[in-house]
């Protein structure tokens, strides 16, 4: 027999000015393998037309779908309601981010600002010679950079981040992830004191308060404290 299960949702909508912020209970049948995303799917399609949320691939590959469940920021497609032994969910959206309206976040402007901050892209003056074959990397260096560039840009490791609540200039345990990859990238020439000109200083590598939330959370896994300590370590001793 199918369980009862409630959901009950933060609803706001930051720009009708007759909008407050409400927690509303969505009562629904739970279905084998009922997935967050296919509750709030058939909530959406049966209960609520008006609420509003993110999805895009359904498989924890776009990062869109990042909300706080239950106080713990996670990916909504990946989670299971079997996993919730009461049945009962409390969402509301992932903070640090610009509320669009109920769970939906703009995750995409606060990584943009982070990325130009950071300047995640390779820096050199070697000329492109696009008719010559790409230049071989060392297989460990490249698998290295590939365990970084894993990152799916979800948020949820911001949205874990007691600094990124209190600093909205803090680039972030995905930020800092994004300078690691960088910093062991053979093609970029920047050298460890033009990293400590991006983030030598409380809103880069020094305002880690070493919570460890933002790895607990990642859905991808990321070692981000491993990398921020290493990071920290580099950059510390920079004149
Ligand atoms: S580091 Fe992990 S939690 Fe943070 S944005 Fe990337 S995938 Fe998401
Ligand atoms: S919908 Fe793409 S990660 Fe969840």
């Known amino acids: 027999m199918s369980r009862d299960i409630t959901i009950s949702v933060l609803k706001f909508n930051p720009r009708d000015e007759d909008s407050k912020p409400e927690f509303v209970e969505y009562n629904l049948k739970e279905t084998p393998g ?30 869109s779908c990042g909300m706080v469940v239950n106080g713990v920021p996670t990916l909504a497609c990946r989670t299971l309601i079997e996993n919730y032994p009461d049945g009962k969910l409390q969402l509301i959206p992932m903070p640090a981010f610009e509320l669009i309206k109920d769970l939906s976040v703009n995750t995409g402007k606060w990584m943009d600002n982070m990325s130009t901050k950071v300047e995640s892209w390779i820096v050199s003056n070697d000329e492109v010679d696009i008719t010559k ?3 071989k990397m060392d297989p460990d260096t490249a698998d290295a950079v590939f365990e970084l560039d894993r990152c799916i840009e979800c948020g949820i490791c911001v949205a874990s981040c007691a600094t990124a609540l209190m600093r909205p200039d803090f680039v972030g345990p ?22 400590y000109e991006l983030i ?40």
């Not at 209960?47 to 590959?61: P, Q, T």
């Not at 992830?177 to 033009?194: E, G, H, L, V, Y």
């Open 200 to 239: 030598g200083d409380d809103n880069g590598i020094f305002g880690c308060m070493s919570l460890l939330s933002c790895e607990d959370h990642c859905p991808k896994h990321l070692p981000l404290q491993n990398k921020i300590a290493y990071l920290r370590r580099k950059l510390v001793s920079v004149k």
């Open 174 to 195: 995905a930020g800092l992830n994004r300078i690691a990859r960088f910093s062991i990238d053979p093609r970029d020439k920047r050298t460890d004191d033009d990293f």
């Open 34 to 63: 009922m997935t967050l995303f296919i509750a709030l799917t058939k909530i959406r399609e049966e209960i609520d037309a008006d609420l509003s949320f993110d999805f895009v691939c359904r498989a924890g590959i776009c990062g």
């Open 133 to 135: 074959i790409e230049e």
